[in-house]
């Protein structure tokens, strides 16, 4: 695929959504990691400004697949209420990126708080759906009517969605996982899964107590060893993304906000790790931006690491 001197637009499948843009300079296939991108530093810096980016948007979510060939995300706006957003990705096929295109099965009914396993066998996704029957009646205001979902990778595409554990209390909103298979979500909650299946929401509490139920935006790390999310930044726009180490004895440290530390001009939300561990992105004003992740560890008290 040859990528065009001018702007080459695709347009959400949604009204209304923000547009989004793949370009590259010159003529030419995108090649390499990442888009091609120039690694980051220590400093906060847009990932592929150029490349991806939205109008109008004021949430965003990316995600990665651990094969480091695909890339998902979407980009919400004020209307997303009323017409929720499809999830874009592209591939890397034969050395190339291709162009974006939308999973299908998001097209019609669109998602929100999207993730991958760190095994990559599982695509998470929040969605207003119609539900299946197990669940009974489908709740009529806006949170109530979401649920989380997931598909399962068969061969080198995705299934069909199935709603998650019907026994769990979902007015939360999404979910990060760990490579046992235990999820975070909102208002920074646990759920241990045994023998196939999962146990009651935990609350963890303080000092991960984010306030509202809805709150926080959790990624886990695959060994569960640390927990990003957003918090409060006083005199920023946006949130902090704040960084918890979990003790051996399953407590957690003090949160400390990561990009205070890194010296970053603005705050920002839902943050997550790339898979190979290398970068953390998270989305600001309409822009996924991106950081060398070393801090993470750096910031990790001494005993613990």
Not at 46 to 65: D, E, N, R, S, Y
Not at 120 to 137: D, E, I, N, Q, T
Request: glycine letters at 10%; charged letters at 20%; a positive charge.
């Amino acid at each position: 695929m040859r990528v065009p001197r001018i702007l080459a637009l695709l347009s959400c499948a949604v009204a209304l959504q923000p547009q989004l843009v793949i370009a590259q300079e010159g003529r030419g296939v995108l090649r390499g990691p990442y888009l091609g991108q120039e690694p980051p530093g220590e400093s906060p810096r847009p990932f592929a400004p150029a490349i991806l980016t939205a109008k109008g948007a004021i949430h965003g979510q990316i995600a990665f697949h651990p094969n480091g060939r695909e890339i998902y995300w979407i980009f919400l706006t004020a209307a997303s209420a009323q017409a929720p957003p499809p999830i874009h990705f592209v591939k890397e096929v034969n050395g190339g990126w291709t162009a974006p295109s939308i999973l299908p099965f998001s097209e019609e009914h669109g998602a929100d708080n999207i993730s991958i396993s760190p095994d990559g066998k599982r695509l998470y996704f929040h969605s207003r759906r119609p539900w299946p029957a197990v669940f009974g009646r489908q709740g009529a205001t806006y949170f109530e009517a979401f649920r989380t979902w997931y598909v399962e990778r068969v061969a080198s595409e995705w299934g069909e969605p199935t709603p998650l554990d019907p026994r769990l209390e979902q007015t939360l909103a999404g979910v990060s996982s760990t490579l046992d298979g235990t999820l975070y979500t909102h208002g920074i909650r646990r759920a241990r899964l045994h023998d196939g299946r999962y146990t009651e929401w935990e609350q963890l509490g303080r000092p991960l107590k984010v306030g509202r139920v809805l709150g926080g935006n959790p990624f886990i790390s695959p060994d569960e060893r640390y927990i990003l999310f957003n918090g409060r930044w006083a005199g920023k726009s946006g949130y902090g993304i704040l960084v918890s180490y979990r003790t051996r004895d399953d407590r957690w440290t003090e949160p400390v906000n990561l990009l205070e530390r890194l010296s970053a001009s603005r705050g920002g939300s839902q943050p997550i790790v790339t898979p190979d561990g290398s970068y953390l992105f998270y989305y600001a004003g309409g822009r996924f931006w991106w950081v060398n992740a070393t801090i993470i560890e750096r910031l990790r008290p001494a005993d613990w690491r």
